[in-house]
């Protein structure tokens, strides 16, 4: 009601299986819900499997009118990859109905009213181009009226969701604040975005003057898309021996419609690895990349290891994959010596030396011989010539 507070609390869980950090958790509406409380809550961190119980005081403005207001709810946290803090974000919605005031002139009129007060999904998550089971809590919120003759026609605005036969139900009556529950099987279409959509829910029925009324309700419905990364071949490249890295070349792909994130490819197995880790990060649709580590085998024989990606959905879900390999590691080859009787390879006989020696340095010896004699006798002309100048003066 206008002026009243109440509270929004639920519990915040760490579902995953590493420590996640600096969770920031915030509640946001129309304005016409306005905090009391402060908005947003600060959790230092979560281990695995840990809860958290949160509560958010709110008050409905004095001058709200009458409908079903939607409440998100936003929960940020961080988880280290590669040793770096990676950022997360999840969303969900609830809805709070406000009994609004009324006109001048209709305090003593009565008008019954149908809500949802409660919808459930089976899975929780609408998988793209899958089934789902939808299942609808309805609420008559009038304290003095029964409500009849109800027809229901379920939409999607947009046209993400087609409903397994007829989007059209019809309820007898609803007894003055009773429930009434449908079940329907939906289904988003396959290149749907993941993200959250509205599906619209239109009442048409009477009260028990036969005064007819319509009014319309909305709940979200969350789609994802399914993962597809998909790796490629592992090559080996070179032969592997004991204690001698050889390296791997492994390439992935991502073959979805959504972004897969917080990637990270890691190689595991009994030996020792160089660039054994590589973080990827947000991985986009249709987008492809390689892993190259290396490992170093440390004996002969049949050597197993996995490579292994680990990433999350648009809603945080985790997910890994594991691509097995096998390398053979042989035996380091002997070195061969040759027999002591047996020349180097490249070398020839000491016949075979000597008449090198011969063809190669005579000549040699020759040239530089007679390089010598021409200086010889030039340096013998010059000083005769030099003691006939003399003579002559």
Do not use: C, W
Not at 156 to 183: C, H, L, M, Q, W
């Amino acid at each position: 009601l206008p002026k009243e507070k109440f509270n929004i609390s639920f519990k915040v869980t760490n579902t995953g299986g590493t420590k996640v950090q600096n969770v920031k958790v915030a509640v946001t509406s129309d304005k016409e819900l306005v905090p009391v409380s402060l908005s947003n809550i600060i959790i230092p961190s979560l281990t695995p499997g840990q809860s958290k119980n949160v509560s958010f005081s709110l008050s409905v403005a004095p001058d709200a009118p009458t409908k079903s207001y939607p409440v998100s709810i936003a929960v940020d946290y961080e988880t280290l990859q590669g040793g770096q803090p990676v950022k997360t974000s999840l969303l969900q919605y609830v809805g709070v109905y406000v009994e609004g005031t009324k006109a001048p002139g209709e305090e003593k009129k009565t008008v019954p009213r149908i809500i949802v007060n409660r919808y459930a999904l089976n899975p929780a998550e609408v998988l793209a181009g899958a089934d789902t089971k939808v299942t609808l809590s309805f609420l008559n919120t009038s304290s003095l009226m029964n409500i009849n003759n109800i027809k229901l026609t379920v939409s999607s605005d947009d046209g993400t969701f087609t409903v397994d036969g007829s989007n059209t139900f019809y309820f007898d009556s609803i007894p003055k604040r009773s429930i009434a529950e449908k079940s329907l099987m939906l289904r988003a279409k396959g290149d749907a975005e993941a993200k959250v959509y509205p599906l619209s829910l239109n009442f048409e029925y009477e009260d028990e003057k036969g005064n007819p009324f319509t009014t319309k309700e909305t709940v979200s419905i969350p789609v994802i898309q399914a993962a597809r990364m998909t790796p490629g071949e592992i090559s080996v490249l070179g032969e592997a021996f004991p204690m001698q890295p050889v390296p791997l070349s492994i390439p992935f792909y991502n073959k979805g419609k959504s972004i897969l994130y917080n990637m990270m490819v890691t190689v595991e197995g009994d030996f020792q690895a160089t660039n054994g880790s590589y973080y990827v990060g947000n991985f986009a649709s249709g987008h492809s990349d390689t892993f190259e580590p290396s490992i170093t085998p440390k004996e002969t024989g049949e050597l197993k290891g996995e490579i292994v990606f680990a990433f999350e959905d648009a809603a945080g879900k985790p997910t890994e994959i594991r691509k097995p390999f096998t390398v053979n590691v042989n035996e380091m080859p002997p070195m061969e010596n040759p027999p002591p009787d047996q020349p180097l390879e490249g070398a020839g006989s000491s016949s075979d030396k000597l008449r090198t020696y011969l063809l190669i340095g005579i000549p040699a010896f020759l040239i530089v011989a007679g390089i010598t004699a021409v200086a010889v006798l030039k340096t013998r002309r010059r000083k005769r010539k030099e003691l006939e100048l003399d003579d002559d003066f």
